[in-house]
């Protein structure tokens, strides 16, 4: 099988495919976007890009077009366009996003539609943040099985109920959705933040784990858990769906009781 060229991925052929052939309603929209280039100038500043574009199509379909068509140096992540690997976490009408799983007909497109960086991370270039802060506060509550003797000689058992107790936690993919949307991180980046802390639960109550107390006492720390003022923007923010506040209302309660 020949690779696709960008005009074969390109949606808008399709898009336009099934607008020719009657099936949608095209409509146009406005991406404004928030671009910054410090190698340029010192200020960000705001630029509209106008196209035609199936409403039923995904925001990062509309931004893609305007890279692919229109400019060629705006600069942003993305990777799976399908809500697994974490990486177009965006602003998008001052609301914490994936752009893979937003619906431009769902954000308002009679209006121009705002796209920015996520907030409280420094901006490299207009859409891309600096994420090495965050992933540094998600390696320093060890996000991984700790175990202590010998191995087992046949798997760790565990009940539906030892599952239930950090499944939610397991579906993070890492976008920074939440820890971006907080107030406390915004105003002080040293605040460990509801993502790592996400991480953290997924371990400190998995039954097959023996690490929660190092853990727990990593985010007893003054930047820790109870920096947490349970404003409840990263829950509304989790494009996963997770229950970020509860489970750091979780982790307050262990750190309190030291059950787990
Ligand atoms: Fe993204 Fe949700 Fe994980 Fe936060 S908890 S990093 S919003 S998936
Ligand atoms: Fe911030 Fe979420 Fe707590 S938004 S203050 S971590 S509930
Ligand atoms: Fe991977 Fe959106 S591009 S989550």
Known sequence: MSTPTIDEANPHSAALDAAESG????????LRIRRFNPEEHPD????????????KERVLDAINRVKWEQDGTLTYRRSCAHGVCGSDAMRINGKNRLACKTLIKDVNPEKPITIEAIKGM???????VD???????????????????????????QSEEDVQRFEDTTKCILCAACTSSCPVFWNDGQYF???????????????????????????????GV?????????????????????AIQEVKRALITRRY
Not at 44 to 55: E, N
Not at 131 to 157: C, H, S, W
Not at 201 to 209: L, V
């Open 122 to 128: 420094t901006v490299l270039k207009d859409l891309v």
């Open 193 to 223: 933040g509801p993502a790592a802390i996400v991480n953290a639960h997924r371990f400190i109550f998995d039954s097959r784990d023996e690490g929660a107390e190092q853990r727990l006492e990593i985010l007893n720390d003054r930047e």
């Open 23 to 30: 099936k949608v309603e095209l409509i146009t929209v406005t």
């Open 44 to 55: 960000a500043v705001w630029v509209d890009y106008q196209l035609t574009v199936d409403p």
């Open 226 to 246: 109870w920096r947490c003022r349970t404003t409840f923007n990263c829950t509304d923010a989790c494009p996963r769906g997770i229950e970020v506040t509860k």
């Open 131 to 157: 994420m090495d802060p965050f992933f540094q506060a998600y390696r320093d509550v060890m996000p991984f099985l700790i175990t202590k003797g010998n191995a087992p000689t046949r798997e760790r058992i």
